[in-house]
């Protein structure tokens, strides 16, 4: 059993910064790509970073240059730091890794950015 616990979101006014974090724990022997997802109200969900094994890190274009994901010296552990926050940010953010050959999600924590 595997399970991903978040943490990190709440409420800031716009420009301001957030770090989310997600730690994988249970049975574990392989963790691969780490993802970050967003969904808004009323959108579908969104991929916003992604980083694998070798360290490669993707962006949407939406968040370059602002966010940020890592992974933690502990290698069950992603953070995203997300600064100069937009309005537009706001939404429910998930972690998505691949441990052991599958795909897990965190439930999820909500960030809302204040104008």
């Known amino acids: 059993q595997v399970q991903l616990v978040e943490s990190g979101g709440g409420l800031v006014q716009a420009g301001g910064s957030l770090r989310l974090s997600c730690a994988a724990s249970g049975s574990i022997s392989s963790i691969n790509a780490m993802k970050w997802y967003r969904q808004a109200p009323g959108k579908q969900r969104e991929l916003v970073a992604s980083?694998?094994?070798?360290?490669?890190?993707v962006y949407a274009d939406s968040v370059k240059g602002r966010f940020t994901i890592s992974r933690g010296d502990a290698k069950n552990l992603v953070s995203l730091q997300m600064n100069s926050l937009k309005p537009e940010d706001t939404a429910d953010y998930y972690c998505?890794?691949?441990?052991?050959?599958?795909?897990?999600w965190g439930q999820g924590t909500q960030v809302t950015v204040s104008s």
């Open positions: 998505n890794i691949r441990v052991n050959w599958s795909y897990y």
């Open positions: 980083i694998n094994s070798g360290g490669s890190t």
